[in-house]
T-cell receptor
Framework: AQSVTQLGSHVSVSEGALVLLRCNYS??????LFWYVQYPNQGLQLLLK??????LVKGINGFEAEFKKSETSFHLTKPSAHMSDAAEYFC????????????FGSGTKLNVKP | GAVVSQHPSRVICKSGTSVKIECRSL??????MFWYRQFPKQSLMLMAT?????????EQGVEKDKFLINHASLTLSTLTVTSAHPEDSSFYIC????????????FGEGSWLTVV
């Protein structure tokens, strides 16, 4: 089975600073990779995904992530944090043979300080 | 855009009772929906795959007699936690696949269940 590790359950950055949320997966075959964001009392919203092609993926709200096969990583970054980015972020993977089934990391709560 | 809605968003029930959580696809038909559970400070874990018109497929370790899933229509799946116990208190979230948008997965808002 797949497993996903998100380092840091809480990350705090200042407004305007770089955001880096880490995600590593365990799979011998590169899976599909996703980042979701969850605002309080709301569902999961897709930020970006990697399925194939270019390993640097750009998503909504200025976020991007890079798939690094050698490191089995899919870290999420944003050059300049905004107060509205404060939320919980989930990294997830799905098998290429069954892309509907997701395996999630434990989530990282991002706090943005003014 | 496509929306998946869950109800209720929060529910408190007494130990030993049953509670039902609904997952609806509001503007598309979903032949397959998925139920996840998240314990505090843990990952979202897939519980089962809900198939319209047929039995759900449960992940290993999930009690199918305790977590009853019914997918009676193309827009509604329900999860019933039977004889709930405090250890069933968790965050439950569903997802649905929208085939019309390249099989994009949409998630509901989630439901917080507290068993007292």
């Amino acid at each position: 089975a797949q497993s996903v590790t998100q380092l840091g359950s809480h990350v705090s950055v200042s407004e305007g600073a770089l955001v880096l949320l880490r995600c590593n997966y365990s799979s011998s075959v590169p899976p599909y990779l996703f980042w979701y964001v969850q605002y309080p009392n709301q569902g999961l919203q897709l930020l970006l995904k990697y399925t194939t092609g270019a390993t640097l993926v750009k998503g909504i709200n200025g976020f991007e992530a890079e798939f690094k096969k050698s490191e089995t990583s899919f870290h999420l970054t944003k050059p300049s944090a905004h107060m509205s980015d404060a939320a919980e972020y989930f990294c997830a993977v799905s098998d290429r043979g069954n892309f509907n089934k997701f395996y999630f990391g434990s989530g990282t709560k991002l706090n943005v300080k003014p | 855009g496509a929306v998946v809605s869950q109800h209720p968003s929060r529910v408190i029930c007494k130990s030993g009772t049953s509670v039902k959580i609904e997952c609806r696809s509001l503007d598309f038909q979903a032949t397959t929906m998925f139920w996840y559970r998240q314990f505090p400070k843990q990952s979202l874990m897939l519980m089962a795959t809900s198939n319209e018109g047929s039995k759900a497929t449960y992940e290993q370790g999930v009690e199918k007699d305790k977590f009853l899933i019914n997918h009676a229509s193309l827009t509604l799946s329900t999860l019933t936690v039977t004889s709930a116990h405090p250890e069933d208190s968790s965050f439950y979230i569903c997802s649905a696949s929208h085939g019309g948008t390249g099989n994009t997965i949409y998630f509901g808002e989630g439901s917080w269940l507290t068993v007292v």
